[in-house]
């Protein structure tokens, strides 16, 4: 289920936001909290059982695995069984990361190899493959948000047994910390510690149900307004038959169509998340500080899904050592934390690239680079630089193969107009050109410089005013587009 959806938005969330508000008539603390919190898990296992009965079912088993190995890991750590709860911590990682990686690359692997017994000619079977399941290989289906769900167990499995938290016996919260719905599928991670006190106990006041609101409204414009308006040009651009039809200028507005559309359509649905949480009581962590305004592609990963970035910080690059180490284990330590990003990100070829690609400029950010873009006193130098890099990154991320990604830079800086005399106004409308004027201005370069100003007006009765205007207006025409069956895609919801 989606949450940029008109069954959702006009029916689903009303009617969970209703009952679970009238469940706020029983007088008894804690059987209030008990009977909401069980509404919650029902409702969440409701929004993940929409992809599938069977996709449930085994989430469901995912998480009686996990509940039972924390509690054994805990036991074995409390009884000082050091070497137990060692192999027990890593047997219960071991199986999520297998998990994960059964179906993200059971198709890769099988379809390159059935094409190698075919083709014979490995690097040109991996040169142009392109995720899709060669002929008689099974696709395995993969389950909805298991890329979320696994890092978000293991993180909980890694912190009980170092005692960040204590294990958790109460099979009700820890299900609903795995499947709570407003942040389930495209995230953001978040951590026991964080959100099993919020189970416990929260606050609920109309001026969080007023912001929730608010952050669910206007993240439902960034998705549907912005990213679905610029996403369908965006598609016809890179969807083209051959890409060496498109000529430099075509290729340019589809790369900057696509840095568009990917960071309105994850933000977007972080925003919507942060606010259904709002609503309900919870505060879900931050996934997007801006990323686009960012000075160096150090900074682009500290606002860049900033979840995932934590993560990958604290279970893996700081036990790997950190950059408390020489520098050539340091440079080793950011290439085998890009390298699992790209890995994590999809089963192809380019997925990998993207990462390394980040840990090339990284390691020479690290290097070098860092120092003299912190002393150039030219700082839309270093933001030029920073998208640059940025963009040429999303090339491989979007692209659907090597062959494809290498094509398509081929065009970018070929300098040549569409030899079939295509133009760039052949994929722009008035709505088209809006959105991403919107999209430019509002992804940092508007709300970074007028933030104190906003906070000096934001309780003011007619900036208030003026607000909740624009929040009915931006739903309204956010539903007019579901309804109608505009495009409506959802990038990061494949992982």
Known sequence: MEFASVFFIELFLPVMVGVYYLLGLIKNENARTTARNVFLLLCSMVFYAWGGIMQLVLFLCLIGFDFLFGILIGKARTEDKKGSAKALMIISVTFNALLLALFKYFTMFSSIGARMASEGNFFKVLFTFDG??????????MPLAISF??????????????????????????????????????????????????????????ENMRLGIKRFAYGLGKKV????????????????????????????????????????????????????????????????????????????????????????????????????????????????????????????????????????????????????????????????????VVMMGWVLFRSSSLEGALAYFGQLFSFKASPQGYTVLSYLNFEVVAAIIAGI????????????????????????CIDTLIQLAILAWSIIQLVAGSYNPSIYGNF
């Open 132 to 141: 899709s399941a060669a002929a008689g290989v099974y696709r395995l289906a």
């Open 149 to 206: 769900i696994t890092f978000q167990a293991i993180a909980y499995l890694v912190d009980v047994y170092f005692g960040k938290v204590n294990a958790c016996r109460n099979i009700l919260t820890f299900s609903l910390f795995m499947s709570l719905l407003c942040q389930l599928t495209q995230g953001p991670i978040m951590r026991y510690g964080d959100l099993a006190p919020q189970i416990a106990a929260r606050t609920h006041s109309l």
């Open 225 to 388: 307004l912005i990213a679905n308006t610029i996403g369908a040009a965006a598609d016809k651009i890179w969807g083209a038959e051959k890409i060496s039809d498109l000529g430099s200028g075509i290729a340019w507005l589809g790369i900057v169509l696509y840095t568009l559309q990917i960071y309105y359509d994850f933000s977007g649905y972080t925003d919507m998340a942060v606010g259904v949480g709002r609503m309900l009581g919870f505060r879900i962590c931050e996934n997007f500080d801006y990323p686009y305004t960012s000075l160096s592609i150090q900074e682009f990963w500290r606002r860049w899904h900033i979840s995932l970035s934590s993560w990958f910080k604290d279970y893996i690059y700081i036990p790997l050592g950190g950059s408390r180490v020489g520098k050539g284990r340091l440079f080793f330590n950011l290439a085998v934390v890009f390298f699992i990003t790209g890995v994590w990100h999809g089963a192809n070829l380019t997925f990998i690239l993207w990462g390394l690609l980040f840990a090339l400029f990284s390691i020479i950010e690290r290097a070098f680079l860092g120092d003299l873009l912190k002393k150039n006193p030219v700082k839309p130098l270093n933001w030029i630089y920073t998208v640059f």
């Open 441 to 464: 201005l509002l992804c940092g370069i508007v709300q970074r410089p007028l933030r104190k100003l906003f906070e000096k007006f934001k309780d003011n009765p007619a900036f208030m």
